[in-house]
């Protein structure tokens, strides 16, 4: 039996599109915050295999998901590395800052897999307890918006430390994109390796890339991964998000090889349909404060959507991340209306 979001992935129309939600593990549930409260640090709580496999766990048990993602961050590879991260309550992560290609020297590869064991032990352990029509998904920032982290030593509103570098010393900033695309293939691969069925890479920083930048910094390291992950897991779908992407969309779905993108909540439907769904599967893309709303007009978006983008290879998801206070029966709410929902 091949699973629905493999299928749609694959470029299959179905009468009934798989769903699944980013961040759909998270504070909005009860059942995560009780579970947060039992692990200290938050990427302690990712290191723990039996908190981490419940929090994956959970918004399928109550939402009849298509689809579970891992429950771990895109930040355990810097962390990984050797650039150690920590997060503090309602505060952001912050690393140790990597400026210059010679402070690149504070990290290392050396041991990557074992360092990140308590992650695969995760994703066998969900792969192992998942009910059999459900997708395991696995994932990796994207290098640009890793490096984003890197750079600024946490979250940024302006990237200036991370462009300016690109633009002043392409080959420093260059050799930091090798270390993020070897090790973001690596972990990749090692979940696919563990029990993952389909991985996604999160490049939620895309669309504050200039047209060259994007192509030099987005679509290149993402064509490499895409390559890596291939030669090593052939038929594992790959779906790309390049959040606020615009226009550059079209030139990521047809030059980096991934068999769909997930599109962002700016993304006009009838222009995805031609420019997008047109060379692979879409996934996306309802607001997340439209779900944090709720009522008749989320319904009304969402089968617009629906009646849009079900016409193709489809996979319904959120634009960008649940919102940390959106009502639980919102999201019953959206599973109920995309699992009932037909095109007649
Ligand atoms: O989607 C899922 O349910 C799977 C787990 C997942 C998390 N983070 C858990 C998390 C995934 C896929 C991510 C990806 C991630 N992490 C991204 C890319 C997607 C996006 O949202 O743009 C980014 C940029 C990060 C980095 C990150 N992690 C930040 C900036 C923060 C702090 C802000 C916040 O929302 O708290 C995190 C923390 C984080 N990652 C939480 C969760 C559930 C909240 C931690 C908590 O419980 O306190």
């Not at 179905?14 to 990427?43: H, I, S, T, V």
């Not at 079209?250 to 090889?257: D, F, I, K, L, M």
């Not at 709303?293 to 998801?317: C, D, H, Q, W, Y």
Request: hydrophobic share 45%.
């Amino acid at each position: 039996m091949i699973k629905l979001l493999v299928r749609a992935l694959k470029g299959e129309t179905l009468a009934r599109p798989p769903f699944w939600l980013m961040r759909q593990a998270g504070r909005y549930l009860p059942e995560y915050r009780a579970l947060r409260e039992r692990a200290g640090g938050f990427l302690a709580f990712c290191y723990t295999p039996n908190l981490a496999t419940e929090a994956t766990l959970q918004p399928v048990t109550r939402f009849a998901t298509d689809a579970a993602i891992l429950f771990s961050d895109i930040l355990v590879i810097p962390d990984a590395l050797g650039a150690e991260v920590t997060f503090k309550q309602g505060d952001g992560p912050r690393i140790d800052p990597i400026r210059s290609a010679e402070q690149l020297s504070s990290l290392s590869l050396a041991g990557l897999e074992d360092r990140l064991s308590p992650v695969y032990e995760v994703v066998s352990r969900v792969s192992n307890e998942l009910p059999e029509d459900v997708t395991l998904i696995g994932f990796a920032g994207a290098p640009w918006t890793v490096a984003t982290y890197m750079v600024e030593g946490g979250s940024s509103k302006d990237f200036a430390l991370t462009k300016s570098w690109a633009y002043k010393n392409e080959s420093g900033f260059a050799a930091l994109f090798d270390l993020l695309i070897e090790a973001t293939s690596r972990h990749l691969v090692a979940q696919i390796r563990h029990g993952a069925e389909v991985v996604q890479i999160f490049d939620s920083w895309a669309g504050v890339l200039s047209a060259e930048m994007f192509e030099r910094l987005c679509i290149a390291p993402t064509r490499q991964i895409v390559a890596r992950v291939r030669a090593a897991a052939p038929g594992v779908p790959i779906i790309g998000f390049p959040r606020g992407a615009g226009i550059n969309m079209v030139s990521y779905a047809q030059e980096t090889g991934v068999d769909a993108v997930g599109l962002d909540t700016t993304v006009p439907l009838d222009w995805a349909v031609r420019e997008i769904q047109t060379h692979c599967a879409v996934q996306g893309n309802l607001d997340p404060v439209l779900l944090r709303t709720g009522g008749s007009r989320m319904v009304t978006a969402i089968r617009e959507i629906l009646a849009n983008l079900a016409k193709g290879p489809f996979v319904f998801n959120l634009g960008h991340g649940v919102l940390p206070d959106t009502p639980v029966e919102n999201v019953a709410l959206l599973a109920n209306t995309v699992r009932n929902w037909s095109s007649a």
